[in-house]
């Protein structure tokens, strides 16, 4: 099971003060030391946390994958083929949320997804879609072509209580089966942290999980490097019990 470490966090800090602290480039090599299988940037379109110079110079320090997270825009779509990352997850973006809220209108977005995926896969770049753990919309997923799909867990992360929690783990579970038993890889994330990380790596077709605000709220205490490699062997716990 891998790990991939969103710094955009990272970011979030250094544009508090647009200072040219904290060094992204330190930070992809600290969670590299950790344990990290690869680094997750969010280009948003406001450019709150990760800048275009971020995404642009990463594989200058990066010895493992860049897996950048965006919108499906022309904007986004004409960087990602400059930056050619390995992995490309893409997202839906609302202005004024705190953090990405839901997974990809799948259906909805109909040939605009689908062609973003060919422009991309045309390129060798590998497309995740951000997705919620709803069964339904495996056709519509299986149509775009991409092969490689990210469950949303913010609302298991969320869950008010123990019920709701399960049953969303439930969902999270017949969403990896399915879409795995269809020839997809699983990743998953969003909300995880030290304490529920357990259940969701546990679920075996699950390959990778992306965390970021835990990995990096957690690194103010023990340095992110620590921080990532505690992380990881929580995971790997949970997938060998
Ligand atoms: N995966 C996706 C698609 C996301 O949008 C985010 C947040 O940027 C994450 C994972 C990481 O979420 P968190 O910061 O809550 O760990």
Redesign the pocket.
Same mark, same amino acid.
């Given at each position: 099971m891998k790990l991939?470490v969103?710094i @955009?966090?990272v970011a979030t800090l250094r544009q508090a003060r647009h200072t040219p602290y904290p060094s992204i480039a330190e930070a992809i090599r600290a969670v590299e030391r950790g344990g990290a299988d690869g680094i =997750?940037m969010?280009l948003r379109e406001d450019r709150r946390h990760i800048q275009d110079e971020d995404i642009l110079t990463a594989h200058q320090y990066l010895n493992t994958r860049l897996n950048m %997270?965006m919108a499906a825009t022309e904007e986004m779509i004409a960087i990602a083929l400059k930056v050619r990352p390995a992995d490309c997850?893409i997202?839906p973006e609302k202005r004024e949320e705190l =953090?990405?809220e839901g997974g990809l209108d799948v259906i909805g977005m109909g040939e605009r997804l689908i062609r973003a995926c060919q422009e991309l896969s045309n390129c060798g770049v590998r497309v995740s879609l951000?997705v919620e753990p709803d069964t339904k919309l495996l056709k519509a997923i299986l149509a775009t072509g991409a092969p490689v799909i %990210?469950l949303? =867990?913010?609302t298991y992360?969320n869950a008010a209580n123990e019920k709701a929690r399960e049953a969303e783990l439930q969902r999270l579970e017949s969403m990896a089966a399915t879409a795995h038993a269809a020839g997809l890889q699983v990743?998953?994330?969003? !909300?995880? @942290?030290y304490e529920n990380v357990a259940a969701v790596a546990a679920i075996p077709e699950i390959a990778e999980l992306? /965390? !970021?605000?835990? /990995?990096?709220a957690r690194a103010l205490f023990v340095g992110l490097e620590q921080a990532t490699r505690e992380m990881k062997a929580r995971m790997l716990a949970a997938r060998s019990a």
């Amino acid at each position: 099971m891998k790990l991939g470490v969103n710094i @955009d966090h990272v970011a979030t800090l250094r544009q508090a003060r647009h200072t040219p602290y904290p060094s992204i480039a330190e930070a992809i090599r600290a969670v590299e030391r950790g344990g990290a299988d690869g680094i =997750t940037m969010h280009l948003r379109e406001d450019r709150r946390h990760i800048q275009d110079e971020d995404i642009l110079t990463a594989h200058q320090y990066l010895n493992t994958r860049l897996n950048m %997270e965006m919108a499906a825009t022309e904007e986004m779509i004409a960087i990602a083929l400059k930056v050619r990352p390995a992995d490309c997850c893409i997202v839906p973006e609302k202005r004024e949320e705190l =953090t990405t809220e839901g997974g990809l209108d799948v259906i909805g977005m109909g040939e605009r997804l689908i062609r973003a995926c060919q422009e991309l896969s045309n390129c060798g770049v590998r497309v995740s879609l951000f997705v919620e753990p709803d069964t339904k919309l495996l056709k519509a997923i299986l149509a775009t072509g991409a092969p490689v799909i %990210e469950l949303h =867990t913010g609302t298991y992360a969320n869950a008010a209580n123990e019920k709701a929690r399960e049953a969303e783990l439930q969902r999270l579970e017949s969403m990896a089966a399915t879409a795995h038993a269809a020839g997809l890889q699983v990743n998953a994330g969003h !909300g995880l @942290d030290y304490e529920n990380v357990a259940a969701v790596a546990a679920i075996p077709e699950i390959a990778e999980l992306n /965390i !970021g605000h835990s /990995i990096v709220a957690r690194a103010l205490f023990v340095g992110l490097e620590q921080a990532t490699r505690e992380m990881k062997a929580r995971m790997l716990a949970a997938r060998s019990a």
